[in-house]
């Protein structure tokens, strides 16, 4: 296909990014509002091309770009930072520093920090000259020459040179989400509920104030209230105390501004305020009406709440005070924080129970002693908290695969990092896969890959120096099987999403087994085709799950439909696949039906076969690894999960849409587990499903889903439509081009 067929991306989405960021941005930073408004500017300019894995004029793929939700780049340098204080001490700006460490004391100086582990690197650019001096002191004067050459062009703009302070890494046999510093300011940005910040305020500044008012107005009582009047005696002391009153109240206007009630005209503190402020030694200036709603107030709070100085009002205000010293999370969080200025910025910490325990006296001037700290605020505290990685997803604090795949670069770069037999150098590479995995992904058209590690000109040139040894190999091999397993059995209902299956893809290679793992395609820019690895992964999928229930299911092809010679051509110079994709289009037809459906909804149908025909990596990894026997009763876990998801109540279209597609996605990770299980099993799982489909009251609308199995597991096939003929058993699919028999009626 030629150039000018290429895909471009549609501004729109950026433009509705815009406007959300926009429409927040009266309460928060506009960091997001400048990034939209740069990324559509950009695109109407023509100096970005959003789609290309080089979408900023003039930049090489290897410069860590700025990049905004969907992927879209911005077109600003993260390695293009103001100089920092240290720095400005060495030169007067970035390109006479990156200068200055190419000369023999600036050399000095890296080689230092790189001997002691003394430095730090945030974004990849930060090793370049780093690496130049490894080299370079190694005599391997051409390489770091050639490197040099390479990076000059830029050296007016980028850091290239880390920071030259102690790091706080994980080990690789732990791992932690955050480091402190991060939850440190998260603890820190915790504020005050608007309702809880109100409702303090008006305990503690005005409900005593009110108090002391109804009791100026009682003491102006010439019998009791039952048969008396206000405003009939006067005591000595009472304008002395009405003027320091009135000075108190002005004050607390002035100070305290969340509780507004008592300003209200027809309160009851606005009535007994009001004739106040006019009676200064009498109440010459009140006609009978004032006095009479006077009467009334102090009948109504006494009669409810006692009069003041009296045993019940006192209960009251006692019970309120207490409620009003509890110390808000907003200042347990602060406490929390101080708490975690004993480590490192960039750190962890090594247990979260020494953080747990209840408030010390004088530990905060806003906390009491002997408050505990709320479980929420320990969760964020556990961010931080370097463990074994399933530790770690036992205890909740990794959620998600895609969480899992937030972590796993830490375990990676120290197993990757064993082929370098220079210690060193190790560190540093180490450091360096870190920050690049941090890199995030752009949005790629027309079959393009993203930017890979090797490619950085300072990884690429110490590749050279990488020696493959056995038992690095071995480790690589121990922690792809142990983090497949995790992620299959802690998130069984979830398709491995593509930031892990990098990470997979890069243990793989270390162990020597490379395999075709594919990723989860955007149904939003999908080209209509498909690349190689595909359809190996189809082949070993048909291969592997050929006479189970999976491929009685999903009809899956024989496996020597994939052994004829396949039909290739080339697309934006990438070899594709085209008799998987033709096998992917014709499968789709049933899920297509009537006209003027969406193209996403087409691309959709034609993708999930995709992931039909390979199992999205299921049966790959199962082969590969030998896994079976880790999938007991991970089907049975993918059925709750997707019963639970049916029985929410959903009315908004779009959610009620993503249920049904991330529901079919995880039925057919059920089946894939259902189908390692004897046959006995596979009908015991159906008949419990059948009963948690009832007892959850979605069997009218998800029945046919469950007839469809069953009809299966007991030996039957569904039709060329998907259906049971004479049944109402159809094949649960997740994408259709009309209306989806299984969507919620309210949506």
């Known amino acids: 296909m030629s150039d000018e067929s290429r895909f471009t991306a549609s501004p729109g989405y950026a433009f509705g990014q815009l406007q959300r960021a926009l429409d927040k941005a009266v309460s928060e930073d506009d960091a997001k509002v400048a990034a939209w408004r740069a990324v559509l500017d950009g695109m109407a300019t023509g100096r970005l091309d959003i789609g290309s894995r080089t979408p900023v004029a003039d930049t090489p793929a290897w410069v860590t770009l700025e990049v905004a939700h969907g992927g879209f780049a911005t077109g600003r340098y993260l390695a293009e930072t103001p100089m920092r204080e240290d720095e400005l001490a060495r030169a007067t700006d970035r390109e006479r520093l990156n200068l200055y460490y190419l000369s023999d004391a600036g ?9 002691s582990g003394s430095y730090r690197i945030d974004v990849p650019e930060d090793a370049a000259l780093m690496v130049v001096a490894w080299l370079l002191d190694r005599g391997h004067h051409g390489a770091a020459l050639d490197l040099v050459v390479r990076l000059r062009p830029l050296m007016h703009r980028l850091r290239m040179t880390p920071r030259l302070e ?35 305020e008006t305990l503690r500044v005005w409900l005593p104030l009110y108090d002391r008012l109804v009791a100026l107005w009682c003491d102006t009582l010439d019998e009791d209230l ?17 003027a320091r009153w009135l000075a108190d109240y002005r004050s607390a206007s002035e100070q305290h501004t969340l509780a507004r009630a008592h300003d209200r005209p027809k309160s009851n503190f606005a ?5 106040l402020e006019v009676c200064e030694h009498d109440s010459s200036a009140l006609s009978g009406r004032d006095v009479g709603w006077i009467r009334r107030v102090l009948v109504n709070t006494v009669s409810k709440h006692g009069a003041p100085g009296s045993e019940q009002r006192a209960a009251l205000r006692s019970a309120q005070a207490v409620e009003a010293a509890r110390p808000t999370h907003a200042s347990l969080a602060a406490l929390l924080a101080g708490r975690l200025d004993r480590y490192p910025e960039d750190g962890g910490i090594p247990a979260v129970e020494p953080l747990a325990g209840e408030t010390l006296q004088d530990e905060s001037p806003e906390v009491a002693a002997g408050h505990p700290i709320p479980p929420h605020l320990l969760a964020k505290v556990t961010r931080a908290l370097e463990a074994p990685v399933d530790e770690l997803v036992a205890r909740g604090v990794i959620t998600s695969g895609e969480v899992l795949a937030r972590v796993l670069p830490q375990i990676t770069a120290q197993v990757l990092a064993a082929d370098f037999g220079d210690e060193d150098l190790a560190r540093l590479y180490a450091q360096t896969y870190g920050a690049f995995r941090r890199r995030r992904s752009l949005l790629l058209l027309n079959l393009e890959h993203q930017v890979r590690l090797d490619e950085l000109p300072w990884v690429g040139a110490l590749e050279r120096f990488r020696a493959p040894r056995p038992d690095t190999a071995r480790t690589a091999r121990r922690t792809l099987e142990q983090t497949a397993v995790l992620a299959l059995t802690a998130f069984p209902q979830a398709i491995l999403p593509n930031p892990l299956l990098r990470e997979l893809g890069a243990l793989a290679k270390g162990a020597g087994l490379p395999m075709p793992l594919v990723e989860e395609v955007a149904a939003d820019i999908f080209a209509g085709t498909f690349t190689e690895k595909w359809r190996t992964a189809a082949e070993i999928a048909s291969r592997t799950m050929a006479g189970t229930l999976y491929a009685r ?71 590969t690894l030998h896994l079976e026997e880790h999938l007991g009763g991970l089907a049975e876990r993918t059925f709750d999960w997707i019963v639970a998801r049916q029985a929410m109540r959903v009315t908004e279209r779009h959610a009620a849409l993503h249920m049904v597609k991330n529901t079919a996605y995880a039925w057919r990770q059920a089946i894939f587990y259902l189908s390692f299980c004897a046959e006995s099993q596979q009908l015991a799982a159906v008949n419990r499903l059948r009963r948690q489909v009832a007892d959850a009251g979605v069997g009218d609308r998800f029945g046919p889903a469950v007839a469809g199995l069953a009809h299966v597991v007991n030996g039957g096939r569904f039709d060329a439509g ?24 309210s949506s």
């Open 722 to 745: 998907g259906t049971v003929p004479g049944s109402r058993g159809r094949r649960f699919l997740g994408w259709t081009t009309g209306a989806h028999w299984c969507l919620p009626e």
């Open 271 to 275: 009535r007994l305020r009001r004739p």
């Open 553 to 623: 299911y999903y009809d899956l092809p024989a496996a020597d439909a994939w052994t004829a010679p396949a039909r290739r051509t080339s697309w934006w110079g990438k070899r594709t696949a085209d008799d998987f994709a033709g096998v992917c289009a014709a499968r789709a037809k049933e899920a297509q039906s009537g006209g003027g459906h969406s193209y996403v909804a087409a691309n959709g149908t034609v993708l999930e076969q995709s992931q039909i025909l390979t199992t999205q990596n299921l049966a790959t990894l199962v082969h």
């Open 226 to 242: 039952e048969t008396g009047w206000p405003c009939r005696v006067w005591p000595a002391d009472w304008t002395e105390r009405r």
């Open 107 to 115: 050399q000095a100086e890296l080689l230092a920090a790189l001997a």
């Open 166 to 200: 102690q790091s706080a890494g994980p080990s690789g046999a732990t791992v932690r989400l955050a480091p402190v510093g991060e939850v440190k300011d998260a603890l820190r940005a915790t504020t005050v509920n608007a309702d809880i910040a109100t409702m303090v």
